[in-house]
């Protein structure tokens, strides 16, 4: 069971030392959840002890996680810790945790919300009435919305902000280590890059979103629409739908459209200027984005080219709808027209089939295979026969041969190493026309690529391209032209 874990301080424990309090129920709650099998995924520690729901920003944390359905239950010391605080709040607790489901778990007991006939419900009650529940919970929906419209942040902070509290207001200030990124996201976008480019991009930079490893294209194309960044606050972007309230099993969130939406002026700084947030939209609304996550190969270069300053591989990055070849490292290599590096590239393989093709007339077809072998067992022979010339030395001074003996034995071995010398030479000449005939299937393999190429869609060219070549090795200084770009080639071996 995935749960949270709520620290706060109860009245009976007011003006004892909070951090000491809040680390002894920690450790008392950690020891339950590990007899319990919980698994305790997220912290909301509340330090501040203010009696209204906005003057606990932890709480108000955990209520819109709830709500998302994000945990199975929430562990707290005991009921106390959650319910606390003027009657309104309590409703609007309630609620979040009876409609999403999420139990509430204390060392004591147990409390699933959202059945309506547990008795746990019942105990719960007592900390209300029905009646006075109900009409609170509506006056407290209604505040919600009212807060929202007075431009204060009840959500969690999204990227590039962090939660505060100004005039006992809740709303957001900028996080500058994560909002540049959120500028960069804009920047890009406006300059041509696709949401995938600017997720890598700002990855490679150490960007790090609050809930995932790393920034993806949904996750870059979310921050480019949200309104927040551009200083509004939005409501009704969710719909929830209580758990069985439509014969569904589980509490369901939808997302409304856009129409939908509530967008009205927030009380916190914006990011990013009205007008780039509008220039952003206005691109988003015109470009079509279909799914990069199919493992479809867009780039016939994808995974050929590299960078040579950097070693990574270059990306295919459409700006103003012409297709570059980039480096992803930033202010590492200038970027070039897609078409002049592919051009460059067959124009390559056309003039090394030519050459292939020159020098398989010298050549004749033999497989290099064996013949690397025979050499390599030549080459041991011949060494094996040299220490057997050194060892006759040897055993002439220590007297253990005659001098006739040694030289019996000496012109036996020499013989021996003439021939295998002549073996090697031999060997190593055949090896070299082989090689030569060989290259011919590589020839084969160009012409093929050179002939196809043309037809192919993206995907057919890069796997024909990786047939004959390991590697192209791609430079290019800043402010040069265009075309004034170099290339190194690594073709596949024979
Ligand atoms: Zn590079």
């Known amino acids: 069971m995935n749960a949270a874990q709520y620290l706060r301080k109860s009245r009976m424990e007011e003006g004892m030392d909070t951090e000491e309090v809040l680390a002894r129920h920690r450790k008392a709650l950690a020891a339950f959840a590990a007899a319990h099998d919980i698994h305790i995924t997220e912290t909301y ?29 929430v562990l707290v010391m005991d009921l106390d810790r959650l319910s606390r605080g003027r009657m309104k709040d309590q409703g609007i607790i309630l609620d979040a945790f009876r409609d999403s489901g999420t139990l ?44 929202i419209q007075d431009g204060c942040y009840v959500a969690n ?24 990124f959120v500028r960069m996201m804009y920047d890009l976008y406006l300059q041509g890059y696709g949401c995938v480019s600017i997720a890598r991009y700002v990855n490679s930079l150490g960007a790090k979103p609050h809930r995932s490893a790393e920034f993806t294209r949904n996750s870059v194309a979310h921050i480019l629409r949200n309104p927040t960044f551009a200083g509004k606050i939005v409501w009704d972007q969710k719909t929830h739908i209580r758990k069985g309230a439509k014969g569904n099993p ?12 509530t967008i009205v002026d927030g009380i916190h700084p914006a990011i990013v200027s009205q007008e780039t947030y509008d220039q952003v939209q206005a691109i988003l609304a015109g470009r079509y984005h279909p799914s990069r996550r199919d493992g479809t190969v867009r780039s016939a270069l994808a995974g050929v080219v590299l960078c040579a300053n950097c070693g990574q591989h270059m990306q295919r990055v459409t700006m103003r709808g012409t297709p570059y070849l980039l480096c992803t490292k930033p202010g590492c290599c200038a970027s070039t027209r897609f078409e002049l590096v592919e051009g460059r590239i067959l124009t390559y ?53 005659d001098l006739s003996t040694f030289r019996e034995r000496l012109g036996a071995v020499r013989e021996k190493i003439a021939g295998l010398e002549r073996l090697r030479r031999e060997t190593e000449r055949t090896l070299e026309q082989a090689r030569l005939a060989a290259s011919d299937s590589l020839a084969g393999k160009i012409r093929g690529v050179l002939d196809a190429y043309g037809a ?22 800043k402010k040069t032209a265009p075309a004034d770009f170099q290339l190194r080639f690594d073709l596949k071996p024979f």
Not at 157 to 176: F, H, M, N, Q, S
Not at 250 to 261: S, V
Not at 360 to 370: I, K, L, P, W
């Open 157 to 180: 902070a999204p990227y590039g902000y962090r939660k505060v509290t100004v005039d006992r207001k809740p709303t957001l200030e900028i996080y500058e280590p994560e909002a540049k």
């Open 349 to 401: 393989l056309e003039d090394a089939l030519a050459q292939l093709e020159l020098e398989h007339q010298a050549g004749t077809g033999r497989n290099t295979a064996v013949l690397d072998s025979t050499l390599a067992a030549v080459q041991k022979e011949l060494a094996a026969a040299q220490r057997q010339k050194s060892r006759l030395y040897e055993l002439l001074e220590l007297g253990e041969y």
């Open 45 to 73: 520690y509340e330090v501040v002890s203010g009696e209204s729901l906005y003057a606990r920003p932890e709480m108000l944390r955990l209520l819109e996680d709830v709500e998302d359905g994000r945990y199975d239950a």
């Open 104 to 147: 509430i778990v204390t060392p004591e007991k147990t409390y699933d919300l959202s059945d309506d006939l547990d008795d746990e419900m019942a105990e719960f009650k007592t900390f209300m009435s029905r009646r006075e529940y109900k009409i609170i919970n509506k006056r407290l929906r209604r505040g919600l919305k009212q807060t």
């Open 456 to 477: 192919a869609d993206a995907a057919g060219r890069n796997a024909m391209l990786k047939g004959v070549l390991d590697a192209v090795w791609y430079e290019k200084k």
């Open 250 to 261: 589980k509490h369901i969130t939808i997302c409304n459209p856009r129409e939908q939406w």
